[in-house]
Nanobody
Framework: QVQLVESGGGLVQAGASLRLSCAAS????????MGWFRQAPGKERDFVAG????????YYADSVRGRFTISRDNAKSTVYLQMNSLKPEDTAVYYC????????????????????WGQGTQVTVSS
């Protein structure tokens, strides 16, 4: 198993930046593909960004591509989400997730494809 703890959320104005972190503990972090999802009140949990086990492949939802960047540091067992040019519609609880077992070249963009989840961190963007 792996335990995930997110941090870095907060209240910011539109146009600002935030950097979310997700620290993992437990099994070897580099065994896992990682993803970020978000969920706004009354809405589904939506995919935001994903990264392969070695960081060589990243992929994004259309709504955040060009504004958000996912990265990971396997030595620190941490995955990051750099969020720039934030918009009010980015307001949500952000979750990091880990997938145990991956296939080279595949992307994982739906929540059932992930095995472990953090508790979430709130991001609120005011207009």
């Amino acid at each position: 198993q792996v335990q995930l703890v997110e941090s870095g959320g907060g209240l910011v104005q539109a146009g600002a930046s935030l950097r979310l972190s997700c620290a993992a503990s437990g099994r070897t972090f580099s065994n896992y593909a990682m993803g970020w999802f978000r969920q706004a009140p009354g809405k589904e949990r939506d995919f935001v960004a994903g990264i392969s086990w070695d960081g060589s492949r990243t992929y994004y939802a259309d709504s955040v591509r060009g504004r958000f960047t996912i990265s990971r540091d396997n030595a620190k067992s941490t995955v990051y989400l750099q969020m720039n040019s934030l918009k009010p519609e980015d307001t949500a609880v952000y979750y990091c997730a880990a997938r145990d077992g991956t296939t080279t070249g595949r992307t994982y963009t739906t929540w059932p494809e992930y095995d472990y989840w953090g508790q979430g961190t709130q991001v609120t963007v005011s207009s």
